[in-house]
């Protein structure tokens, strides 16, 4: 049986354990902590842990005045109210001077289920990889998350990383070391390679093993870090399988597809194909159901695969 | 004006309750503790103060709510149901995938649902938006809206505050369902929202504060609402979340958690109410 786990919940974990160590790291809140796990951080440490209530915007101002003030302040909430209620704060106060932020946003994409339209992010990645100077990161599972929030403190800037409400596959060994803007093959293959990030790595993971049944051999890469993006190992993948699929639980506006898409259009041109959100929005329903329905299951990507293929 | 009738409208309260605490269970997810501290209000809105027409929801002369506080959803799709908007066996289909119930408002999904919600603070501000289109065509339909007291610390509501008197809004009344607790706790202890009534008071509004329980208090806080020109009225309603079930009631861990079938059952023991016939038997 394949391990699960929610990303979120390793956040919450490694957050307090890190915080324990480094007594500059701050946290912030805009009454999610139960839900974004800053909760646990928040009991360890609470002279370092600010609730700012449901004020978005507030929160992200004051995180960029405490990174000014020379502190490590992380800010969560959901995806959507991270990205979109603040955006603006974010690119004036944090991005445009390069202060030293990690946004964690939890409850990205549609697997947020039941709350709907109104609480699924689909579009929370085009907008923070639009904005320079931030670094945007999509962690496949919760081994990956870990590295991810220790590797990103050794980093000073602003950072997004995106984490899922549900409990997801772990797919990547216990040894996995997470290297900020290089992406990783975790499966190899020659006759196409799939470019995925967060849930979808396993997805990807389970469709190159459905096409292995039927003599295809797909190359999976686990591109966590969205920006920067991993130039070399797009025109590796371009160059030796001549087809590649991008799948993200995303609009296909804006997010890892474009970003892959627009690599290989400059350095080396070959069939790409996107799966994603196709530029609706989500609604409610159970996770599984709604990735049936936005046909982000590993069979929906096989079948993509498929197309591309003939299409080489 | 017509009388109200005071014991039907608290019958209907208890009706919506059920409502909310079956949909819920069946659900299995959603939020019990906003949904039933708004019951009382959401009742005198839709079975006395509100006119409108079920059977022709866009009926331009209709008045107009809107649910800031978006996810207690549950509370008004059972309000909606029981005046007749869609079948009340809609309710058991509540955040399914394919519902016409979003887990949050929506207006392109649900009849009688005038705006899309769910990301806290908006409300007002749409809300003042539609009371300047009902003035432009010189509509006498008022606009309700419902918020939080968690939801009071987005900044959005205070710009909306601001306009709704800058433009003397007076055919808008909005309620704060001030029921003390927000999702990671007390709102005096996660951001303190207090002096609340002056802070509406100096932003320009008329202001009232009630027993958000007391159906005679809402209804008449509804009346002279009404009889206010040249500002807005904003009504401050003490409630307690999780009002009616004392196993939700002031209890903050129950703002997003459905009655498990234990918690349900008690709940109805509680409430005297037998499930028996839901959704289309009316108590
Ligand atoms: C902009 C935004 N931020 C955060 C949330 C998540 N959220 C949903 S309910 C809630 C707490 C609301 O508290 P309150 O307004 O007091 O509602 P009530 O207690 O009446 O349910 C929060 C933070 C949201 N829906 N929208």
């Known amino acids: 049986m394949t391990k699960l786990i929610a990303t979120r919940d390793v956040y919450g974990e490694t957050l307090a354990e890190i915080g324990a160590v480094n007594k500059n790291i701050v946290v912030l809140d805009a009454d999610l902590s139960s839900s974004t796990k800053t909760n646990?951080?928040?009991?360890?440490?609470?002279?370092?842990?600010?609730?700012?209530?449901?004020?978005?915007?507030?929160?992200?101002?004051?995180?960029?005045?405490?990174?000014a003030g020379g502190k490590i302040p992380f800010a969560s909430t959901f995806a959507i109210f991270a990205s979109g209620r603040a955006w603006e704060q974010i690119r004036q106060s944090i991005a445009y001077p390069k202060l030293n932020?990690?946004?964690?946003?939890?409850?990205?994409?549609?697997t947020v289920g039941e709350d709907g339209a109104s609480h699924q992010a689909i579009e929370d990645i085009a907008l923070m990889r639009a904005i320079p100077n931030m670094t945007v990161v999509v962690p496949c599972d919760g081994v990956e998350t870990k590295s991810v929030i220790h590797e990103i403190i050794k980093y000073n800037g602003p950072v997004y990383v995106r984490v899922a409400r549900g409990k997801f596959p772990v797919v990547m060994p216990e040894d996995y070391k997470f290297t900020l803007g290089k992406g990783s093959v975790v499966r190899d293959g020659k006759d196409a390679a799939i470019i995925a990030n967060g849930l979808m790595v396993s997805h990807a993971l389970e469709a190159a093993e459905m096409l292995a049944k039927e003599g295809l051999s797909i190359r999976v890469v686990n591109m966590s870090t969205i920006k920067p993006i991993d130039r070399d190992i797009i025109i590796k993948a371009a160059k030796e399988t001549g087809a590649i699929l991008t799948c993200e639980e995303h609009s296909i506006i804006g997010g890892l597809g474009e970003a892959v898409a627009t690599v290989a259009a400059e350095e080396y041109p070959v069939q790409v194909k996107r799966l994603g959100i196709?530029?609706?929005?989500?609604?409610?329903?159970?996770?599984?159901?709604l990735l049936v329905h936005y046909a982000l299951m590993p069979k929906d990507i096989a079948e993509a695969v498929k197309e591309a293929v003939k299409k080489k | 004006m017509v009388k109200p009738d005071i014991e039907q409208l608290k019958k209907w309260?208890?009706?919506?309750?059920?409502?909310?605490?079956?949909?819920?269970?069946k659900a299995k997810s959603g939020h019990t503790g906003g949904s039933l501290s708004a019951a009382d209000i959401i009742a005198a809105l839709y079975f006395y103060k509100m006119r409108h027409?079920?059977?022709?929801?866009?009926?331009?002369?209709?008045?107009?709510?809107?649910?800031?506080?978006?996810h207690a959803a549950p509370i008004q799709y059972a309000a909606l149901a029981r005046c007749g908007y869609f079948s009340p066996k809609e309710l058991t289909t509540l955040r399914r995938f394919g519902t016409i119930l979003q887990g949050h408002p929506d207006m392109k999904c649900t009849p009688g649902i005038?705006?899309?919600?769910?990301?806290?603070g908006q409300g007002l501000s749409m809300a003042n938006g539609i009371a300047l289109a009902l003035r432009l065509d010189k509509k006498s339909s008022r606009v309700y809206a419902l918020m939080g007291d968690g939801e009071q610390e987005e900044g959005q509501v205070w710009e909306a505050a601001m306009s709704a008197a800058h433009y003397k809004l007076d055919n808008i009344c909005a309620f704060v369902d001030f029921n003390g607790f927000q999702i990671d706790g007390a709102v005096t202890d996660i951001m303190n929202i207090e002096p609340l009534s002056q802070k509406w008071k100096a932003f320009g509004w008329h202001v009232l504060m009630i027993d958000g329980h007391d159906m005679g208090q809402i209804v008449k806080a509804l009346d002279d609402a009404e009889t206010i020109k040249g500002q807005p009225t904003m009504v401050i309603a003490?409630?307690?979340?999780?009002?009616?079930?004392?196993?939700?009631?002031?209890k903050y861990q129950y703002h997003g958690v459905p009655p498990s079938d234990d918690e349900l059952k008690r709940s109805l023991e509680e409430l005297g109410i037998s499930a028996d016939g839901w959704p289309e038997r009316v108590i």
Do not use: Y
């Open chain 1, 40 to 67: 646990i951080f928040a009991k360890k440490f609470p002279e370092r842990f600010f609730n700012m209530g449901v004020s978005e915007a507030d929160m992200m101002g004051t995180a960029a005045g405490l990174a």
């Open chain 1, 101 to 110: 932020v990690k946004i964690v946003a939890t409850h990205g994409g549609i």
């Open chain 1, 278 to 289: 196709q530029d609706r929005f989500g609604q409610s329903g159970l996770a599984e159901e």
């Open chain 2, 13 to 25: 309260a208890r009706q919506l309750r059920l409502d909310v605490l079956m949909m819920l269970n």
């Open chain 2, 53 to 70: 027409n079920p059977k022709e929801t866009k009926w331009p002369d209709r008045d107009r709510f809107v649910l800031s506080k978006g």
């Open chain 2, 114 to 120: 005038e705006v899309c919600t769910g990301s806290l």
């Open chain 2, 238 to 250: 003490r409630t307690v979340k999780g009002k009616g079930v004392s196993i939700f009631e002031g």
